[in-house]
């Protein structure tokens, strides 16, 4: 019973904000990550700076970090898509 | 649509990139062909019905992109045809500079009032009532409107208890402040290249990116690769329009964006402002100096052609004198006769005004922010990094004012004031080319009897050009708080 009451460990969720990203629509994607009322109280959405080049010339931007895992060519759908899919993981371990 | 980033904007961005990068490459006119399959996959159409229509359009964009007129369809020639005249540092881009891509118009419904699916056949019926021409009948209980007698009076718009009738207008035609935008005969957009002002924005209001400007973003990265290649060589300057402030988010201040134009290769990197400054007093002097019916501002080369094509009288009062661009370059020829001048700004009209023989001997290219900010995603320039801003000191809040509407005016009416002691000024001002010639409506049958007018063909000013990055509402925001940031010397 201890264990329901322990707080889950909230997900980290990095948006990149460098150039290339913003270039390929970023901070709108951080808008709609921070709009999902789903995932408010699991989540901290964060800005990250450019990960050094990871994306190609923007090719594969926007670049994401959910917790330790890149996700490149970032959408809003496959994104939270992830974050949900994570949450519901760790409830039923 | 500017500050929306919408499947539009994601394939101009990458188009724009993806040219540069081919640039940067080094690769061949003859391996253009490879380009397109860069930014569409055959089989896995991402935008359009089926991949074969993806690749005309793109093909179309790209002769775009390079500077080069686009291909007929009727002339049957391959879209790289004379592609190799775009691979130069010179100038090579011509009118038009606003083009419809046919392929990529999907021919919108056009000017209609039609009744849609909300009309609940109600009893009273008030639309046909109104109606001036007996347009509107009801055989399967809904209204119907003859579109033969309909005159787009909008009475049943206004009237219906339900709002289910509406106009249904085509945005690039609607956005269109000159009425150049009609049909051809297949129900393609058509632009008349005689009546288009070059506003470009037609080019941000067709939701299918239809129609697109013509870009010198490959011209410009010749230069810098061989201003690269020769640094002691022909001196390369960026002057750059006020509305830059806020174009790259609220993180990336305007010292950081100098910083990295200066990254991009460029020797000197100027405030437009300046030039601003500089036609501040120039237009206080004429002020005071007495006029005929009005002083009408000219920063703006749209305003200026619709004013002249349309109310070619009152357009008299125009200043003739140089705009901020033309000003600012002027003052770097001044110790530099060799300089290589590329105004960037938010504007697609510079580039027709940078045509003109007047100003062609002062601006060698003109790049809009997102042009500029191509270049920085393929250069690997990220300004988040720049941790070292470029200083900025070349103009003074009045100058800089000039983005937002009402800032030239107000810039004119404070010097005035200040040097010459002359107050109560009437001052009219329009945005949006619509608003523009409507204003002069009212000042022809006497309506008003401004002193000073001034017109701008965007909303809200550059700050709304079709060039921008960045939504109106913040750039306006951004550009104010930088200018008084700048010291309101007594200027020049």
Not at chain 2, 23 to 33: L, N, Q, R, T, V
Not at chain 2, 253 to 276: C, Q, S
Request: include cysteine; hydrophobic fraction near 35%.
């Amino acid at each position: 019973m201890g264990e329901h009451q322990q707080k889950e460990a909230k997900m980290h969720v990095s948006v990149c904000m460098g150039t290339n990203c913003t270039f390929r629509g970023a901070s709108q994607l951080m808008e709609t990550l921070r709009a999902e009322e789903g995932i408010k109280d699991h989540c901290i959405i964060e800005e990250m700076s450019c990960p050094d080049e990871l994306c190609d010339h923007s090719r594969r931007s926007p670049v994401v970090k959910i917790d330790d895992d890149y996700v490149m060519q970032a959408k809003p759908e496959a994104i939270l898509d992830e974050v949900y899919k994570r949450i519901r993981d760790n409830r039923e371990p | 649509m500017r500050g929306i980033y919408t499947p539009v904007t994601d394939l101009r961005r990458r188009l724009l990139m993806e040219t540069v990068q081919f640039i940067i490459e080094g690769k061949d006119p003859s391996e253009i062909e490879s380009l397109p399959f860069n930014i569409i996959e055959m089989g896995k159409p991402a935008y359009r019905c089926c991949s074969y229509r993806e690749l005309s359009i793109v093909k179309q964009r790209l002769r775009l992109a390079f500077g080069l007129p686009l291909i007929e369809e009727r002339e049957n020639m391959p879209v790289s045809r004379g592609i190799e005249r775009a691979f130069t540092s010179e100038k090579i881009i011509d009118v038009p500079l606003v083009n419809v891509i046919r392929a990529a118009c999907e021919k919108c419904p056009e000017d209609e009032v039609i009744v849609t699916d909300k009309c609940q056949s109600c009893m009273a019926h008030p639309c046909s009532i109104v109606c001036p021409r007996n347009a509107i009948t009801f055989p399967e209980g809904k209204a119907h409107i003859d579109q033969d007698k309909c005159i787009k009076c909008m009475k049943c718009v206004q009237v219906c208890p339900y709002s289910a009738i509406t106009r249904m207008v085509r945005p690039c035609a609607e956005a269109c402040g000159v009425g150049a935008i009609d049909s051809d005969e297949e129900g393609f957009a058509r632009i008349d290249q005689k009546v288009c002002v070059s506003c470009g924005l037609c080019t941000v209001s067709c939701p299918f990116g239809a129609i697109s400007d013509k870009s010198e973003i490959v011209q410009v990265t010749f230069s810098l690769l061989e201003h690269d290649e020769n640094p002691l060589g022909q001196k390369l300057y960026a002057i750059v329009a006020p509305s830059f402030t806020g174009q790259f988010g609220n993180k990336v201040t305007p010292e950081m964006i100098f910083e990295g134009i200066g990254k991009l290769g460029f020797d000197r990197v100027m405030e437009v402002a300046y030039g601003a400054d500089c036609d501040t007093v120039l237009l206080a002097g004429t002020y005071s100096a007495g006029h005929g019916d009005f002083l009408g501002t000219s920063c703006c080369p749209s305003w200026v052609m619709a004013a002249r094509a349309s109310f070619p009288d009152l357009a008299e009062n125009i200043t003739d004198s140089y705009t901020p661009m033309v000003e600012t370059a002027k003052k770097i020829k001044e110790t530099d006769a060799d300089a290589k001048i590329i105004f960037i700004g938010p504007c697609i009209a510079k580039k027709y005004e940078a045509l003109t023989e007047e100003v062609s001997e002062y601006i060698d290219h003109v790049l809009t922010f997102e042009e500029l900010a191509a270049l920085f995603v393929a250069f690997g320039i990220d300004l988040m990094s720049i941790t070292d801003g470029h200083p900025i000191n070349d103009a003074s809040a009045l100058g800089r004012g000039y983005a937002n509407a009402g800032g030239v005016g107000d810039a004119i009416i404070k010097t005035v004031e200040n040097r010459f002691g002359i107050s109560d000024i009437q001052f009219e001002r329009a945005d949006t080319l619509a608003d523009c010639l409507e204003m002069l409506k009212r000042i022809k049958k006497g309506e008003t009897s401004p002193n000073l007018v001034e017109g701008m063909a965007c909303p809200g000013g550059c700050v709304g050009g079709p060039g921008t990055l960045a939504s109106p509402g913040t750039a306006s925001r951004q550009v104010t708080r930088f200018a008084e940031a700048g010291v309101l010397k007594d200027n020049v």
